[in-house]
């Protein structure tokens, strides 16, 4: 028997790898007590967010670049990218301006920056990299991008022409736009944008309005943060002719997209396409018998282009069993059923709060695997 082990990480709790190896060892031990030959191959996944730098190199191979870069706050701190064996850099921008360097209390879109993200794209430059990925999930941001095209040398100037400051509370001074100091290599660069979110930049379904409040903006913010991605949005159509307000994706990661895609002719792709691209994932189901997946937790959102959707829509091309096992099933899971997912669970054995759960991830990740093995081994007629 082949299982394919391919699930997202457990945010908070374990990293892609660390589902797969826990996944993994359940496997192991049901197949050791029915004396049952099992083949395991560990694929770990990413859709964009924190962990896809990771989840490509254990993949496909590469290395892990240090560098620093500010956080969100402006802060200087230690910062990474990955480059792969054919030399294209892939950047998750969770590695610089994600919502995970930030406290509770610091949370504040009104003054957090992208510049670090625009940094590990300059680092990246550096290496001579022409074939950029860049996973844009776990924001902290909603400047419109704004601190990243800063960062490349792109001035965004008052009515005095001086640069303005950093957070999305200063993009309504923006009088002029002057790309005249762009970094020249970015001419020669492919970029693409790996994230399943596909928002425009304004309006109730953009980005301050849907993924404010979860950065710590307050209503009042909201309608702030709106109308200044709507001028940002005016001056890039006026100044660089390119009319970026509407596009799908545009309003991801606080705006980040549509300024990827106005500064840098970058193309938006679903994070988990890029990923099963280069770990070859399709070939590798083809002739498995069983696919594990799973994520910190599943609803009707995951069918939105998050991994255990991604793997699913792979494996029924091949009409591949999928099992989703999360931290957690919440409203509308089932839908899932729809999509290609066969069965799903919780790891959540007996009550708990969040924290013990995921203080526990992995040995409860752990035991609910290896209790689906053997329930997996009985139904094979194998049962004891």
Known sequence: ?????????????????????????????????????????????????????????????????????????????????????????????????????????????????????????????????????????????????????????????????????????????????????????????????????????CGPEGASAIYGPQKGATPEMIEILDKNLDHLAKIIKRDLGKDIKDLPGAGAAGGLGAALMAFLDAQLRPGIEIVMELSNFKEKVKDANIIFTGEGSTDYQTKFGKVPFGVAQVAKEYNKPVICV??????????????????????????MDLKEAMERGEELLYKTSENLFRLLFVGLGLGR
């Open 1 to 201: 028997m082949k299982v394919i082990i391919a699930p997202d990480s457990f945010k908070g709790s374990l990293s892609s790898i660390q589902a797969a190896e826990a996944i993994e060892r359940g496997i192991k031990k049901a197949a050791l007590a029915y004396s049952e030959n099992v083949e395991v191959a560990k694929v770990p996944m990413a859709d964009g967010g924190e962990g896809t730098v990771e989840a490509i190199i254990s993949a496909v191979g590469g290395k892990i670049i240090p560098t620093k870069a500010l956080d969100p706050l402006g802060r200087p701190i230690d910062s990474f990218f990955g480059v792969l064996p054919d030399n294209t850099a892939v950047i998750e921008m969770a590695a610089a301006s994600g919502l995970n360097f930030l406290k509770e209390e610091e949370r504040n879109p009104l003054k957090t920056t992208s510049y670090g993200t625009g940094q590990l794209i300059k680092a990246a430059l550096d290496m001579g990299c022409e074939n950029i990925i860049i996973g844009i999930g776990g924001s902290a941001t909603n400047d419109g991008g704004v601190g990243m095209a800063q960062a490349i040398g792109v001035e965004f100037l008052d009515k005095e022409g001086k640069q303005i400051g950093f957070g999305g509370g200063e993009l309504s001074k923006i009088y002029k736009i002057d790309i005249s100091n762009l970094d020249g290599r970015v001419k020669n660069a492919k970029f693409t944008i790996a994230s399943d979110v596909k928002n425009p930049l």
């Open 326 to 351: 999360s931290g957690s099933l919440l409203e509308g899971y089932e839908q899932l059923y729809e999509y290609g997912i066969s069965a799903m669970f919780s790891i959540v054995n007996k009550p």
